[in-house]
């Protein structure tokens, strides 16, 4: 559904790039697009009833990922990167009360991020040792969601929740970034044109495609 905005935002990164409202605007569109994706109902429904095993298990889990969420906001904060930083601010509550489909995407996109600045994270507390034990934890978490579980979870998305994010991405992109695109009507003629040509056709498909 969303998939030509962004093609068309890939395509012109590098001169949105330099814009840190448009950039911020941008990465929480993102990260409501990973949600839309990997939302499903209830926080983790077999917490009562799981070991104390996976109980320690996601409570490690939980408190490096917030350990390293803290520190890749800091590096963004440092180097001025409104998009890591966005992507990144995730609260200690937020992983506790996730989805498990939705916290392992967190997960694997915070590691995902941490590899990628990890030179430049050691400045703020975290090696290469804290990485590995991290990913350890999150394949252990995988493992013990299971696939017919993960199967379970996949189907428990309800009209209302997809719904409310779907609201939620289309405000992003009619009150927000449609509002910045202004700066790069004369700035940059091509890509302000593709946007709202990609704009146009995401109107006509409607809502109804929130997986596309």
């Not at 330099?18 to 409501?32: D, H, L, M, N």
């Not at 095993?53 to 996601?58: A, C, I, P, S």
């Not at 600045?117 to 990485?131: A, F, P, R, V």
Request: hydrophobic share 35%.
């Amino acid at each position: 559904m969303y998939k030509a905005v962004i093609e068309v935002c890939n395509q012109y990164e590098t001169i949105w790039n330099q814009t840190p409202e448009f950039s911020k605007v941008y990465g929480s569109f993102g990260i409501r697009l990973l949600d839309l994706s990997s939302q499903t109902l209830g926080n983790d429904p077999d917490i009562g009833n799981s070991t104390k095993e996976n109980k320690d298990l996601l409570e490690k889990l939980i408190n490096q990922g917030h350990r390293i969420s803290r520190a890749l906001q800091k590096l963004a904060i440092e180097v001025r990167n409104t998009e890591l930083l966005t992507r990144n601010t995730t609260s200690k509550t937020d992983l506790e009360s996730d989805s498990p489909l939705l916290r392992l995407a967190r997960m694997r996109r915070l590691i995902a991020d941490a590899t990628e600045h990890l030179t430049s994270l050691k400045d703020h507390g975290i090696g290469q040792g804290d990485l590995i034990e991290f990913s350890v934890l999150i394949d252990d978490y995988a493992n013990t969601i299971g696939k017919p579980r993960l199967a379970t979870l996949e189907r428990q998305h309800t009209s209302i929740v997809v719904q409310q994010l779907v609201s939620t991405i289309d405000s992003i992109l009619k009150n927000q970034l449609d509002t910045i695109m202004e700066v790069f009507k004369s700035k940059s003629p091509d890509f302000y044109a593709k946007y709202f040509g990609a704009r146009i056709i995401l109107d006509i498909k409607g809502k109804h495609r929130a997986s596309d």
